[in-house]
């Protein structure tokens, strides 16, 4: 969902007459927490994947605790950025996806019912078979599973997927971090008191 919100805001973006350069001139605070807990994620989840000796051993003994060190690595980028409203968003969706995969032993729970309305049957088999180590089917034991991914996007969607709630703060975040870079101003009228960017002048 990040990747289509992304697009669409770049697309809106440039309707509204912004300009894709400026993007590359925000400044974002602490980047290198969010370099860090992405490069901690990402190879945490491959090393045990691959299986590569005593390694990925100490990773599956304590992939919940390196899971949690790359989101508070990224909690403390976020932090950081605060006066960009739209990270506001980014954060709260984080720590909602956050909360309910660590109350689920470090994965992401997924509704059964919502993969079949999706059409992802291949998907609900692998989960099934336990074979998808960064998600888990939704059962009586799972804990705040309202939080998981139950929410099902099917055709006519182009990319059918499951999605949670905090996927849905994610996305709106991204989008107006978007829009408040390309066309230096919020989505919304200063006036309102909703969510408004402060970027430096030109």
Not at 27 to 49: A, C, D
Not at 80 to 95: A, D, R
Not at 106 to 119: D, H
Request: charge should be positive; proline fraction near 3%; charged fraction near 15%.
């Amino acid at each position: 969902m990040l990747i289509e919100s992304m697009a669409t805001s770049l697309v809106v973006g440039k309707v509204r007459g912004g300009k894709l350069e400026n993007i590359g001139k925000v400044q974002i605070r602490g980047w290198y927490f969010f370099v860090l807990g992405f490069i901690i994620e990402f190879t945490s989840v491959y090393l045990k994947m691959k299986n590569i000796g005593i390694i990925s051993t100490f990773i599956n003994k304590y992939f919940i605790y390196v899971h949690s060190l790359s989101y508070i690595l990224i909690f403390i980028g976020l932090i950081l950025n605060f006066k960009n409203k739209s990270m506001i968003l980014v954060f709260i969706g984080t720590l909602l996806n956050f909360i309910v995969i660590v109350a689920n032993g470090g994965r992401m729970p997924v509704s059964p019912e919502g993969l079949k309305t999706a059409g992802l049957i291949s998907n609900l088999e692998m989960l099934k078979n336990d074979m998808i180590i960064t998600h888990t089917l939704i059962t009586d034991s799972t804990k705040l599973s309202i939080l998981g991914d139950i929410i099902p996007l099917s055709k006519p969607y182009p990319f059918p997927k499951m999605i949670s709630i905090g996927d849905i703060f994610l996305g709106l975040g991204i989008f107006c971090f978007i829009q408040g870079a390309m066309t230096k101003k919020g989505i919304f009228l200063r006036k309102s008191k909703m969510i408004r960017f402060e970027y430096k002048k030109r």
